[in-house]
């Protein structure tokens, strides 16, 4: 069975710091990994996703995750915080395209001026 | 391209009322996911339709039901309110090949 681990339900960092959100999976086989944000007041938006292509995934807003096959893990990082960053973020992983995801609890990213 | 609508936006319920939520998909794209969201309980997933056929359902009682057109728009409906109902219900249209997830800006259910 696959599952999720977001590690740390609340971040804080300073404006201009690193951010780090933490993922772990578990999967039997390759998995498809996403990251979503959410934004107060909305729906769920794709930051990134691995899909067994290059290791390290580019995606909006200057974020970027790295697939550790090791380590089972895809931790989201941005190099420089920005206070419009501020939100609930989501990991997900699922077996492939026709299969569901399956989502970690949560990470609220708080940025502090 | 147009994204994934729900609507209404916000609504509010009496216990015991029914409440009926719709949601059109992204054009082309033929499976649609129902979440429920809820400060305690995070992201729960209710059902998947995919070309009008109920896919995958998660644990949810009876009083939730779904149904998509053959338009691939979807309905949910959520029967005998009760408090604890009182969530953002989210729509997810999904890409083929991809497994790509767009979501709607969800429906937000206050149940009094």
């Known amino acids: 069975a696959q599952s999720v681990t977001q590690l740390g339900s609340h971040v804080s960092v300073s404006e201009g710091a690193l951010v780090l959100l933490r993922c772990n999976y578990s999967?039997?086989?390759?998995?498809?990994l996403f990251w979503y944000v959410q934004y107060p007041n909305q729906g769920l938006q794709l930051l990134l996703k691995?899909?067994?292509?290059a290791t390290l995934v580019k995606g909006i807003n200057g974020f970027e995750a790295e697939f550790k096959k090791s380590e089972t893990s895809f931790h989201l990082t941005k190099p420089s915080a920005h206070m419009s960053d501020a939100a609930e973020y989501f990991c997900?992983?699922?077996?492939?395209?026709?299969?569901?995801?399956?989502w970690g609890a949560g990470t609220k990213l708080i940025i502090k001026p | 391209k147009a994204g994934v609508t729900q609507t209404p936006r916000y609504l509010i319920k009496t216990r015991g009322q029914q409440v009926t939520l719709s949601c059109s998909p992204i054009?082309?794209?033929?499976?649609v996911s129902w979440y429920q969201q809820t400060p305690g309980q995070g992201l729960q997933f209710l059902f998947e339709y995919f070309s009008e056929t109920q896919r995958n359902k998660g644990n949810f009682p009876g009083r939730f039901s779904g149904r998509q057109f053959s338009n691939s728009r979807s309905e949910m409906n959520v029967s005998t309110l009760e408090l604890g109902d009182s969530a953002l219900y989210l729509c997810a249209s999904r890409q083929d090949y991809t497994g790509e997830l767009f979501f709607g800006e969800g429906s937000r259910l206050t149940v009094l």
């Open positions: 691995y899909t067994s292509a």
């Open positions: 054009s082309g794209h033929r499976s």
């Open positions: 997900a992983v699922s077996l492939g395209s026709n299969y569901q995801l399956i």
């Open positions: 999967s039997s086989v390759p998995p498809y």
